[in-house]
């Protein structure tokens, strides 16, 4: 599903919610969680999941083509760990195929 996926789905469940108003929503909601993820803050959907913040450490890589040693700065990743409820609800969903195709 893409953003603009979700934008349609959220406008068809929402008859009185426009296409325009959609969007403005999902991207309110992207961007609140963005910001709080690059203010350090913790992001948790009840039911749903919860972004937070992993720190990796610098380290040495290697160039794969060279094999020259290259610094690698520390930096910040965002990770989502789902919750139990969507985890459930996965998994309840069967042996779905992971192409769109039908």
Known sequence: ???????QAL?????QLG?????????????AIAQALVNGQRVEVRGF????LNERAARMG???RSGASVAIEAKRVPHF???????????AGGG???SNSA
């Open 49 to 52: 999941g919860s972004f937070t």
């Open 19 to 31: 296409q325009r108003d959609a969007e403005l929503a999902v991207k309110t909601i992207l961007s």
């Open 1 to 7: 599903m893409t953003r603009s996926d979700l934008v």
């Open 96 to 98: 779905a195929s992971r």
């Open 11 to 15: 406008a068809e469940r929402f008859g």
């Open 62 to 64: 290697r160039n794969p």
């Open 81 to 91: 760990k789902p919750g139990k409820a969507l985890r459930e609800q996965v998994d």
